[in-house]
């Protein structure tokens, strides 16, 4: 919607056609006599021992999956392994030409990938910087164990460093990359440029585009390679992600040095096999992976199938590819065709394919070829080659026997130690600025038309007489988010947000209103409707050191981004041992007034998933402490907004909304009401519903009633219900998500459980009905009244003389209605 | 520098006590040994003497008051000293249980919430009809918790929550409903058998010590009757009785043994305790010692019914019945099958001491402590009794008295010989008629063929 961008009515409905260039199919046809000026005798024993060392290390492996042995050495390896026999060439190929700077990321079969990337950083770091890294990485703990062996050298100790942190890795020990936390699917070396392989198919096709979109956003140097499957060319984020990263924008809208295509490549490793499903004929209809390359963007991504059985060819390609990227025209689609011998795990008997085929692949495999080639042009014998082959299984024999190990190798002590796993699911940092340098800005903070505006309204809702102030004298829920988060721009360099309509709307509820003014496009955008990418570059982006606040602009569009919230965002700290950091605060919109599909409360499917802090505020001065503490944290935050309140004004705390900066602890409820009949925990703006309920009890029931405000679901310090509990000994637990299996009965529970002797009744849930939510006309039919809140109180806590009731809370009703599942 | 006397602990068990009588008054000078106050557990009570001399300087609980163990009573020191920082320690002067203070009492009402029972809805009435609790009483945790604390039976209650649930309110109604007596008044009453005069057994009155009047007097009054409250002892005894006989499938077994041989060594050692040569080993103790060795012949009998289990212990641990001046006491003997007849017969005498002058480690009365219980009426000259049982224990001995009974004598010809009578009552949950009938039989031959080694005899 930018302005300066002016669709001509003339131009766009003139008769035309569009037409396609074309796309190269497995152009390289060179021999390895024609590449002997581009590459040293080294260089081509070294790709060769590369290919040599994967295919040995996943042979290893399925011998251990299938027979629980390799060359004497027993054990039974349980976990997955998804192994890459047969794709050696394409993943040694494509590592060659990278910086230990260029970034890939992976999928459940990349080992081969790992080793290639981090034998080609290898080569390329510095002997004390190689030292530094070991010595550095989980203090130690990976190269105290190949350290006992006697090396030739740094590069030497570094290879074996490489294979026996994976290795253990796979083998889930704490000597691992990812403290045996990642495992075989999910192993990664940031230091050397390797970052999250991902065990669900495609999901690194949105994390990558983040990576890169951190590397454009930070000017920081490389690339970034996203080496995912052929089949992954049917999951969503991964068509969200190459929307996202072919956004006109880059090139037409971010300003110098920012404009241009993003560095990356999307390496589809076309092992033409989703499990069994045959991609090409079968499951996709492209015929050919790289032709899709065509229908996204008028540069149709540079797209080219490539012959992945040439590690040359492949070498070429990333030659040819990189240049583009250094030109800014990315991203790039590569189509590496190549093929796995090894079934999708030990498990598959590969029912789906023919010995024919087989064996005509066999007949064609990469080593074999590579070493005639060798041969043929006398940079090797035979021989030699037969002393390279043994010395990598003795190096693999060696490297196995430690991780096998448990002295050497053991796994993380939950006997000992039952929290260490609990200990790294958040980072619990506090970081003003995730990098040290000025941020961009294109005004001065007090010159900010809405900051300057906010200076003349009331911070205290309420006027001497408790009446509230009109709307738009009162300082609101959405300006205490502005607050805070235009702050953060300020001291953050790294800071971007974007989602849909973020950047001149100022969002759909006006949250970001005037920041639009104080950033340039790079730090604040509006993004493809991709939900699923907008959380997946989010995550790239924060686990290569960035802040990100993406936007989901309902709450009901979280589905949209499941596997981002569910399996991404929450996983990784954790997953990598700490390694990486996860500082994403995730803006959600909770809806009201627009019937089923928007208008849900969906934090109670967040709040169950390990990981994720969630905080829902209901007074500006809340939302303004917890998104200040949100930003400063390392971890994922899923900040939920209620609709209904962004205009609501502060009425609890005492001087009004402070102007300067201050923090909420994530997890702390707050008494908004006191009082000693009877507690109401409330989630979200549920609050204000909850306070009518509290003024009704007191006029009509003499009864005084506790309203707690839970502001935060996820951590939750529950000493001050308790204490309020202990007191009134009864509690209703209200909040507008449906009812049923929601984290109001979670907090139900908790309370009963941990003050079952203070109780007077049990603790009663007031949420919404297990329905659709219908028209706004309807709403009070389905979201918590405070009527509701009374007939609870009277039905199944404390019989109040002279109430009548309006909803049937009779246990035979409840029955009822848990029988019939509404 | 100013010292505070703490509330002491009386075993692992007990968490508070109540003060039944202070002997100093603020002010009062103090002297080492001099007797502070009393106090009770829920089991025996006891006697603080002051650890220091000084000046009584503060007192932070009265009479009647609940104090938690260890906390701050008061302080001795010397005249002029500053007593603010115990005061601290001590909590906001409101002890567990405390009596409302008449100026309390209307603002206490006014903070109860509503008292009178809802009036019935037409949409819901099922709910709101309060209903009179049977056997199946429900009651809040709350309410429950409020009612013991405040010796309120529950059973009569009528609950006003939801399905009739008996809650907190309920409690506080009745609570109300009872006159208001002061702790002094309290403790006069059980001390010099005083009672409430009729006048004032009304709600909301104000009893002290003054208003009180004989007991006799009240019984010979318009309705011919005394109510006496309950000590805690007393209030325990019958919750422990009621429960065993509630919650329990007991019967018992008489039998009766030939008790010559016991008669015979009591003469012996009678003679023998007379000129110091062994301790007084009375015939309950031969008849302990007897039941030990029985005991360890029948394991089954030896232990605790737990609802699905039984817990049988390796050793025997006696409980025995003491009557004491306050009510039934039941001490234990741990490990009792490891000691002599004379080993036991000193333990029993040492419990049964320390329970008639209350200085009983109540850790030793409690019911899970014994494996089993033997109970002797003998000396009362009773015949036979059904004794109850000590849950969780599976078994209770009575011992009766020893009467003459006839009996074909060793010659053949007809005589009486002394029998003791034994009465014992089992779970049935744990143990079958037969077996028991056997642990019997083996306790009468152990009894008749009483051999307890003891040098000299």
Known sequence: MPKQLFIDPLKVRKPGKITFGEIPVNQYQKTLADEKENYSKEDLLEIYRDMVIIREFETMLNKIKTTNEYEGISYNHPGPAHLSIGQEAAAVGMAWLLDPHDYIFGSHRSHGEILAKGMSAIRKLQDNELLDTMQNYMDGVTLKVVEKDTHSGTRELALDFLLYGTLSEIFAKKTGFNKGLGGSMHAFFPPFGIYPNNAIVGGSGDIGVGAALYKKVNRKPGIVVVNIGDASMGCGPVWEGISFATMDQFKTLWDEPYRGGLPLIFNFMNNQYGMGGQTAGETMGYGILARVGAGVNPEMMHAERIDGYNPLAVIDAFRRKKKILEEKKGPVLLDTLTYRYSGHSPSDASTYRTKEELEAWMEQDSLKFFERELVKNNITTEGEIETLRKGVIERLVKILKWAVDDQISPRMDLVSHPDEIGDLMFSNGSVDKMEDREPEVLLPLEENPRVQQLKRKERFGLDKNGKPFSKVKTFQLRDGIFEAIIDRFYKDPTLVAYGEENRDWGGAFAVYRGLTESLPYHRLFNTTISEGAIVGTAIGYAMCGGRVIPEIMYCDFLGRAGDEVFNQMPKWQAMSGQVLKMPVVLRVSVGSKYGAQHSQDWTSLVAHIPGLKVVFPATPYDAKGLMNAALQGTDPVVFFESQRIYDIGEYFHEGGVPEGYYEIPIGQPDIKRKGRDITILSVGATLYRALEAADILAEKYDLSAEVIDARSLVPFDYTLVLESVKKTGRIVITGDASERGSYLKDMAQSVADLAFDDLDAPPVVVGSRNWITPAHELEDFFFPQPHWIIDAIHERILPLPGHTVQMDLTNDKLLELKRRGV | ?457
């Open chain 2, 1 to 457: 520098m100013a010292e505070a006397v703490i509330m002491p602990r009386q075993g692992q068990s007990v968490e508070t006590c109540i003060i039944t009588k202070w002997y100093k008054e603020k002010g009062d000078p103090v002297e080492e040994g001099d007797l502070l106050f009393s106090y009770e557990t829920d089991k025996a009570a006891f006697d603080e003497e002051a650890k220091v001399s000084g000046i009584l300087l503060d007192r932070f609980f009265e009479e009647g008051d609940e104090v938690p163990v260890l906390e701050t009573v008061a302080v001795i020191g010397r005249e002029g000293e500053q007593v603010e920082e115990f005061k601290k320690s001590a909590p906001e002067k409101e002890p567990v249980e405390k009596e409302p203070e008449a100026e309390d009492v209307s603002g206490e009402q006014e903070k109860a919430p509503a008292t009178q029972p809802p009036k019935p809805q037409a949409s819901t009435p099922q709910t709101l009809e309060p209903q009179t609790s049977n056997l199946q009483t429900t009651i809040s945790p709350r309410a429950k918790k409020l009612a013991e604390q405040k010796g309120v039976d529950y059973m009569k209650i009528k609950g006003t929550g939801p399905g009739g649930r008996i809650i907190e309110r309920d409690i506080l109604k009745v609570m109300e409903e009872q006159p208001h007596v002061t702790p002094l008044a309290r403790e006069k009453m059980k001390k010099e058998d005083l009672a409430i005069p009729p006048e004032k057994a009304r709600p909301h009155a104000r009893v002290t010590s003054a208003d009180l009047v004989e007991a006799s007097a009240v019984a010979g009054g318009a309705d011919g009757f005394t109510e006496v409250p309950l000590t805690r002892l007393r209030q325990l005894i019958a919750d422990g009785m009621y429960r065993s006989l509630h919650e329990s499938a007991q019967l018992t077994h008489h039998i009766s043994a030939d008790a010559r041989k016991l008669l015979a060594l009591r003469k012996k050692i009678k003679t023998l305790a007379e000129e110091g040569r062994l301790p007084n080993i009375t015939l309950n103790d031969m008849v302990s010692y007897a039941l030990i060795r029985a005991l360890l012949q029948h394991p089954g009998i030896n232990g605790h019914f737990l609802g699905d289990r039984v817990r049988l212990f390796n050793k025997v641990h006696l409980g025995f019945a003491v009557d004491t001046e306050r009510g039934l006491l039941v001490p234990v003997v741990r490990d009792a099958s490891l000691l002599t007849l004379e080993g036991l017969s000193i333990r029993m005498k040492e419990l049964a001491s320390a329970c008639q002058t209350g200085s009983i480690n109540p850790d030793l009365l409690a019911a899970d402590q014994a494996s089993f219980t033997l109970t002797n009426l003998g000396a009362f000259g009773i015949e036979y009794f059904t004794p109850v049982l000590n849950l969780p224990q599976i078994g209770i001995l009575g011992v009766n008295t020893i009467t003459p009974r006839p009996a074909q004598l060793e010659d053949g010809t007809f005589g009486f010989i002394p029998k003791i009578g034994l009465s014992l009552t089992y779970d049935h949950r744990a143990v079958d008629g037969a077996p028991a009938s056997r642990f019997l039989q083996t306790l009468v031959q152990e009894i008749e063929n009483f051999n307890p080694q003891v040098e000299g005899l």
